[in-house]
């Protein structure tokens, strides 16, 4: 077969698989559709069937259609994450700035820390090597801690429209919350990619982003707003590409693109479509190609045990932080649980976050599956433990 027509096998794949499973199999409660296909995407990796049918796995995951799949993910997820960056209401945060604060650090601070020790941990306990050999044993226990802190905001904001408190009190708070933690999640991965030997080329980045974003919000103020949705998708791609260049990662830029625009530049409705059409037709092609890259050939007892450590820091550590934010602002009983559980919620931005960890080759393959395992079971695990106690707000 061809090239064309085998890239062509692998899209029916992606769309019709994870559809058929989730539509049917009635998963929605327990795994959203983004769930099921991150799933899916670990079951076509190289750990599961490319462990069973080796021959044809190679034969269909060619490097061309690799390349083509790597290429459609690059640009839907910069695309998401900068979605992600405009939609961050930060004058909320501002406005109840001792609520935010403090409870956006606690939910950071405690599974961050929790989350090092049990990097650490796995590092003493398990002999495979985690670090990645381009990375240093700072980076793999800061990273690995901040992946276990990690709130997934969009797939927070899918899950709380599930549960009907996304516009209630309660909804805005988390939202509130989860938005600075997004913020530090960036500011921490620049400061684990920051390097010594092109840290000049990094502060010329920076200092020139800072100059550049202030031109270009000028700019956007002074077009029409079928103008800007043109030039957004250039500034995109010219951060990211200056990102990466400058060693920090296409990611990081894009997220910085959407961080430096106003979301009141844009009609909502339009940018709920943009976000929906890029999670319904390039996103799960992101989710395969992240599939590919899990790997427990080694030792993948290890491998699952590792995740059950990092899952155990993770839900704890935000559980942690919610109670005692709970006591220093005196909230009612019941929402240091509802809040540390939704916080937890990982998935997507944490798959990112270990995708670039692993691309700069900090971590391994086996920690990457490790966190991905992590990310999926604790989205899964959000609505049916919420559920029950949420009868009073809605």
């Keep these: 077969m061809t090239t064309h027509e085998i890239f062509l096998i692998v899209m029916v794949i992606i769309f019709s698989v994870p559809y058929l499973i989730w539509r049917f199999g009635k998963t929605d409660y327990w795994a959203p559709l983004v769930v099921v296909q991150i799933c899916i995407g670990i079951l076509l990796g190289p750990g599961v069937s490319g462990a069973i049918f080796p021959e044809y796995y190679k034969s269909i995951f060619n490097p061309q259609v690799l390349q083509a799949l790597n290429g459609i993910a690059w640009w839907a997820i910069m695309i998401f994450v900068w979605i992600a960056g405009i939609e961050l209401d930060l004058k909320k945060a501002w406005l109840y700035r001792r609520d935010s604060c403090i409870t956006a650090g606690l939910a950071l601070g405690s ?74 999640i960036w500011i921490v991965l620049s400061l684990i990619l920051l390097d010594w030997d092109r840290v000049s080329l990094q502060s010329i980045f920076l200092v020139s982003f800072i100059i550049i974003s202030f031109l270009c919000r000028k ?31 296409f990611i990081v830029g894009a997220f910085l693109a959407g961080v430096v625009m106003d979301s009141a530049w844009f009609n909502q409705e339009d940018m709920d479509k943009l976000r929906h059409f890029v ?91 490790a966190l991905l395992l992590m990310a999926v079971v604790s989205t899964m695990l959000t609505v049916p433990v919420v559920t029950p106690k949420l009868p009073q707000y809605n």
């Design 279 to 369: 999670m319904m037709t390039m996103l799960p092609v992101y989710f395969m190609s992240t599939g590919l890259r899990t790997n427990w050939e080694m030792d993948g007892v290890s491998v699952f045990a590792a995740a059950a450590i990092l899952l155990f820091a993770s839900i704890t550590g935000k559980l942690a932080g919610a109670y005692a934010a709970s006591k220093i602002l005196k909230w009612e009983k019941g929402e240091a649980w509802i809040i540390g559980w939704l916080l937890q919620t990982k998935a997507l931005i944490m798959i990112v976050f270990a995708n670039v960890l692993l691309d700069k080759q900090i971590i391994t393959s086996q920690t990457f599956t």
């Design 111 to 184: 599974p961050l820390l929790l989350g090092c020790l049990a990097a650490i941990v796995v590092l003493m306990t398990f002999n495979i090597n985690w670090i990645g050999p381009k990375g240093m044993t700072w980076q793999f226990i800061i990273g690995v801690g901040m992946a276990c802190a990690v709130t997934a905001l969009p797939i927070l904001i899918l899950l709380m429209e599930k549960l009907k408190i996304l516009r209630e009190p309660i909804g805005q708070r988390i939202m509130r919350y989860a938005s600075l933690d997004d913020i530090a």
């Design 219 to 249: 700019l956007m103020f002074s077009i029409q707003e079928s103008d800007r949705w043109y030039v957004s998708f250039i500034w995109l791609a010219i951060c990211g590409l200056a990102s990466d260049w400058a060693g920090l990662h």
